[in-house]
């Protein structure tokens, strides 16, 4: 329960992805992502300083960098592809489909088992999030084909990598020093490739950077390979649609967003699909739980 827990808050931070972007400026994307992909390396550098011992822990199969590699920096690539090619809303609402992909596709890891209330839990999620991203319709255009098989590419990617990183769970967390620290200089040649560098104007602007660094593009990404290896997949890839009900929830507390009753509908699919997925979790060790598991 600590492991999934610790993978929830990795959740949290991607809360705060949306308000700390809105607040950091006009820097494009690959550009942000190279610094806050390096600010995010920052603390696992500084573990590694402090105890030299652990570098032993960042060798290695080249199998273990390829898909830590390619799940941060191919999934940010693909949605800033995606956001490039199709509307926000449409891309946004595919991409969003990686976590029913975890849950689902955790019934091919070993020892886990796919029940009906984590696929209905993860589908009440996935209506929530349409409620939220999609609150001005949504309008699927053939002219935006390549926008959208980015943003489909994007889901299946980060839920690949997830279910993949389960496979590795000897592998330590402080690897993902390494996976910043190359998903930090992709971007930078993608930002060089791609587009006109952009600084911040302002103080407050470098903070939202810093905070993008340190939390939702930092730490978050230590916390969910902790969370995906050592706890329970399934609860954490049916709560993960809470991140855009929070998100919107942080945006309506400071300002950048008004109050709707699609929120209020979004958090109640939401929540009820997390305690649905997580029911054995919550209820684990009370009467008549486990007769309900064996007949299952």
Known sequence: MKATFIGFTAILMWSLLALFTAASGKMPPFQLSAICFLIGS?????????????LKLLRQPAKVW?????GLFGYHFLYFTALRNAPAVEAGLIAYLW????????AMLPGERLRWYHVVG???????????VARNGIAFDGAYTLGYGAALLCAFTWSGYSLLTRRFEAVS????????????ALSFVCHLA???TVWPSTGFEWFAILGLGLLPVGAAFYAWDYGVKNGDIQILGAA?????????????????????WR????????????VLAAKDMIFRGKPGVAAEGAGA
């Open 240 to 260: 993960s649609y809470a991140a855009p009900v929070l998100s919107t929830l942080v945006l309506i507390v400071t300002g950048f967003a008004e109050p709707s």
């Open 122 to 132: 993860a589908l009440a999620g996935l209506s929530g999030t349409a409620l939220i």
């Open 263 to 274: 929120i209020a509908a979004a958090c109640a699919l939401v929540t009820g699909g997390a």
């Open 173 to 184: 967390t402080d690897v993902v020093t390494g996976f910043c620290l190359a998903t930090s």
């Open 42 to 54: 920052l603390p696992g550098i500084a573990v590694l300083v402090a105890r030299p011992d652990r």
């Open 194 to 196: 791609l587009e006109t």
């Open 99 to 106: 976590p029913l992909l975890i849950v689902v596709g955790s």
């Open 66 to 70: 390829i898909v830590g590699i390619a």
